[in-house]
Every structure is written in C-alpha cells, then in structure tokens.
C-alpha cells in the first residue's frame, strides 16, 4: 500500500521567512496530493491541493510543487506569520483508496 | 451549511469498557472516514465506507474495533473492552465522493481517555 514520509518533523523560522515541508510517496499510482493544516486541539483544515496533472499551484503566501517522477511534492509558505504556526500534514491518494497521510510538521514562526 | 459534527467531543472510560463514537458527515456526502490521532502523531486510517459499505477494514488495529453506517449518514465506530492504548483523538471525515481526488472534511474528533 501507499506509504508517505513527511520531512522535517520540526521546523523553526523567523516571521518573513520561507518555510518549506517536503513529502515523498511509494505508490506511483497516487495522483491527489493534499495538505492540511491542524492547530493546536482543533481539526485538520485542507489549505492546498494538487492534482498529478499540474507540476504547480499557488495560492496567495502558499504554494504546492509535484514531481512524479521523483515521486515527491512540496509545500512553500512564503513571508511566515505568527498565525502560520501549526502541524502540517501532507496526504497521497489514488482511486479506491483513503488518504493516506504523512506524519506531520510542526512549524514555528517566532517574531 | 453545517460541517461534520461528532459526538461525544469528550470520553473518559475505564478499561475494559465499550464506547461508540458518532460521527455526522456533511449532507449529501456519500464517503466517510474514520482516522486516530494519537498525541503528537500522525493521522492514522482505520476505515472507510463507500455509501454503508466499508470495503477496507484493514486500518482498523484489531478485532475488537468495528464500525458501521446506516442509511448512508451516520457512522458509529465502537471499541470493545477498550484499552490504555486506546486513548487518542477519533477523527471522522467526509466527502462528496470517493472520487480520487475529492476534498476530506473533517469533524472535531472525539478525545478518547481509557483510565
């Protein structure tokens, strides 16, 4: 079955800063790649999507790249915030299957 | 319109008990799904069901966890002679399809304690 890796577990940067969480997948099927961001006691909200056949997609200060060959995607956050701080989940799914999810990025923006 | 809602939002039971968790999809979603979250983990799969059939249980981490749905709505994920191990963050999700690429919504969760 699907496998996902999630990197870095923990990621400190400075208010402006980029931020960047990386994923890789096994299953060459997958072809949805979404990424969901869950505060602290609440529930995962999805932020960002892409689809396999789109290399990339932005959405104001967020951004999604995907590479299949390579078999990995990316989330970009550009000019962090405080309110930016939370656990990153990055998922994989292909037809007749569930998400199948990363384990997680705890992302920290100090001003 | 409203989300998914789940209930109870919090339960604390002894172990060895049963408990049901409830989860309510959005209106006219036909896919549902239940992950675990246990403290600063991931988001594990256990089960999902397609209409009120669930043709992949092979998340769920034993036989003592099973799950229904009826009338194509509501589900009720029960955990019988529950244990410590047990304890976590229920989370059910929905969405309009199955489809490979259709947007998960997801309710608050249940925050299971088994003392």
């Known amino acids: 079955g699907e496998n996902v890796e999630q990197h870095p577990s923990t990621l400190s940067v400075q208010e402006g800063d980029s931020a960047v969480i990386k994923c890789t997948y096994s299953?060459?099927?997958?072809?949805?790649f979404p990424w969901y961001k869950q505060e602290l006691g609440k529930r995962p909200q999805l932020i960002i999507d892409?689809?396999?056949?789109?290399g990339e997609k932005k959405d104001q200060r967020i951004a999604v790249t995907l590479n299949k060959t390579a078999k990995h995607f990316s989330l970009h956050i550009t000019e962090t915030q405080p309110e930016d701080s939370a656990v990153y989940f990055c998922?994989?799914?292909?037809?007749?299957?569930?998400?199948?999810f990363g384990k997680g990025t705890t992302l920290s923006v100090s001003s | 319109g409203a989300g998914v809602s789940q209930s109870p939002s919090n339960k604390v039971t002894e172990k060895g008990k049963d408990v049901e968790l409830r989860c309510d999809p959005i209106s006219g979603h036909t896919a549902l799904y239940w992950y675990r979250q246990s403290l600063g983990q991931g988001l594990e799969f256990l089960i999902y069901f397609q209409g009120n059939s669930a043709p992949d249980k092979s998340g769920l981490p034993s036989d003592r966890f099973s799950a229904e749905r009826t009338g194509g709505s509501v589900s009720t994920l029960t955990i019988q002679r529950t244990q410590q191990e047990d304890s976590a963050v229920y989370l059910c999700?929905?969405?309009?399809?199955?489809?490979?690429?259709?947007?998960?919504?997801f309710g608050p969760g249940t925050r299971l304690l088994v003392l």
């Open positions: 299953d060459s099927a997958s072809n949805y």
């Open positions: 999700a929905s969405s309009l399809s199955f489809s490979a690429q259709e947007t998960q919504y």
């Open positions: 892409i689809r396999s056949n789109v």
């Open positions: 998922a994989a799914k292909q037809a007749g299957t569930a998400l199948i």
